[in-house]
């Protein structure tokens, strides 16, 4: 393995929010002995995610529809924002969750999921029961027949920012190239495992109410803390490496920049202190952009 160094004027840090307050925290030295950028302490801390739930099944209205080509569409496009702000005080959690939609002509699975042998097997084709499964000419007639008829909801909420949800290297465990790795400390606090269960009792309102039959996502309960999918599973990571106006609160400024290291930016979504129910990537290139500005400005000032 070679070990190269490299020089610039800046350093930006785009790594991802997890990678990048790895890199700041492995980064140590002297000068720098929690870590470069990191005299507040925050590098690693209060890192969080979008929540995660979700449910569906078929609709029999649908079975035998008509067909049109939809190659291209990408999805269903139906959305339901979050709709509660005005009576978030009868909640028994704080923020919200958006609703994204999935369906239109999707084929049945063969032997897992929700298979065609759950299908083909419960619900008369044609006027004709037939037996689970199958193959042939009946099978494709069946594929068929149930061909476009399913619909699944997805919850993404807004999970809080905590300073003990965070992670830090690991003393034991190295990667391929010897660098050490992360170990994390994070799980969901009572306020979004609440924020699932109203996801779920709404989810189960609309699809009943719509004539859909549940197959999927209707056995969860405070078992599993209502099918909250784990931390990180939703991959929208972040918060590690903080701004904010105090810098023995915060690693960075409003312009991404590092309150001890002034030619190091990070850009990632190790900066946000929050994030809405909305995915953050536009947000991040907005930053990116307002710190690509202020470098530039800065550069010609020779501040940097």
């Given at each position: ?59 029999p209205q649908l079975f035998d529809r008509k067909r049109y080509n939809e190659d291209g569409v990408g999805g269903m496009h139906v959305y339901t924002p979050w ?222």
């Amino acid at each position: 393995m070679q070990e190269y160094q490299v020089y610039g004027r800046t350093v930006i840090l785009a790594a991802s929010a997890c990678e990048s307050a790895r890199l700041m925290l492995n980064s140590k030295s002297q000068r720098y002995p929690n870590g470069i950028g990191n005299s507040s302490g925050v590098v690693g801390k209060y890192l969080h995610d979008s929540t995660g739930a979700d449910m569906g099944g078929i609709l029999p209205q649908l079975f035998d529809r008509k067909r049109y080509n939809e190659d291209g569409v990408g999805g269903m496009h139906v959305y339901t924002p979050w709709w509660l702000d005005a009576k978030k005080d009868k909640l028994d959690f704080p923020r919200g969750y958006h609703i994204e939609y999935g369906g239109g002509f999707d084929m049945p699975l063969y032997g897992f999921n929700w298979g065609i042998e759950q299908l083909n097997g419960s619900y008369k084709v044609k006027g004709k029961q037939k037996e689970a499964g199958g193959y042939g000419a009946s099978l494709k007639e069946d594929y068929r027949f149930f061909f476009g008829a399913s619909i699944g909801m997805a919850g993404r909420g807004e999970g809080i920012a905590r300073e003990d949800s965070y992670c830090e290297i690991d003393p034991d465990v190295v990667d391929k190239y010897g660098i050490p790795v992360l170990r994390f400390h994070t799980q969901w606090s009572d306020y979004e495992i609440k924020q699932a269960k109203h996801m779920k009792e709404t989810f189960k309102e609309i699809l009943t109410n719509m004539g859909a039959v549940i197959t999927w996502g209707d056995d969860d309960g405070e078992h599993n803390n209502w099918g909250l999918h784990n931390p990180g599973n939703i991959i929208h990571e972040a918060g590690t490496v903080r701004m904010g106006s105090d810098p023995k609160r915060s690693a960075l400024n409003k312009y991404s920049q590092s309150h001890d290291v002034k030619n190091l930016f990070c850009v990632d979504g190790g900066q946000f202190v929050s994030q809405a129910d909305k995915n953050i990537t536009w947000t991040i290139l907005a930053l990116s952009m307002r710190a690509s500005e202020y470098i530039v400005d800065q550069m010609k000032k020779n501040n940097i």
